[in-house]
């Protein structure tokens, strides 16, 4: 069967070790990821959800690889469009390299079947969050507060 | 960058010793919107014979940020294996754009051709 996927990769001035804690400690992901932020121990097998600032579960899951600050891989469905929730579960690889000069973040989000809404729901979530996540890791601010 | 700023100006992108890397021609100048030119590797053994591809840089503004998208269109059915290069390469040279736009100070990312596009350059050859 037909895959939908999407890629992407950004480079960050800063550390593996910061990276990882960008992407995992709720407080700072509320500040880049538009006030959702995560509820999880982060530990391989440990349930995963994604929640909006007002508490409302956005996305939910599970945890299926932690290797801090290397790489991070999440079974996620969405939890609150029902006909996005039905394509199924995804599965999100978080990758953190360090390169010379940088830090390469790679997001690699695929689920099965071709063209799904899913994937085209966070291709345009992704790219706005790492950029945020980017501003906010070199610069100590994000580059937009509001989703546009 | 040398380009001529208008719709079929010419565009070289060069080396820092005045070498032609990439050479092509601006399709679309519409500042500060929309910019688009075709693109030909002139600078590397065997990419010059390959079909031009087409890369376009599209700006808005989306809230209090601008977002900028860029696309590298091909003609032709281009092996997965030369795509590396620009897979490789273009989210390199945006993060450092960004951090550019953004500290005043670009990403020095020490980077190289991949293995496997400069193989596949040498294998459409024969």
Known sequence: MSKSSFVYVTYIRSTPEKVWQALTDPATMKKYWFGA????????????????????????????????????????????????????????????????????????????????????AVSGGWPRILSNLKSLLETGAVAYETKA | VDVEPRTGGAFRMLYPDDRTHIAGEVVEWSPPRRFSCTWVVEGMPGFAELPACLVTYEIEQAGEAARLTMTEAHSWDIPDAILSGGRSGWPAILSSLKSLLETGNPLTIKMAPPQEMLDAIKGLKK
């Not at chain 1, 995963?48 to 999440?74: H, Q, T």
């Not at chain 1, 469905?77 to 029902?82: G, H, L, M, V």
């Open chain 1, 37 to 120: 932020f995560a509820e999880t121990d982060w530990k391989p097998g440990s349930p995963w959800s994604l929640k909006f600032d007002d508490g409302r579960v956005a996305d939910a899951g599970e945890i299926l690889e932690s290797e801090p600050p290397k790489r991070l891989v999440i079974r996620w469905r969405n939890e609150w469009k029902p006909e996005i929730k039905a394509e199924g579960w995804s599965r999100c690889t978080m990758t953190i390299e360090l390169h010379q000069g940088a830090v390469q973040l790679t997001i690699h989000h695929e689920l099965e079947g071709e063209g799904t809404k899913f994937i085209e």
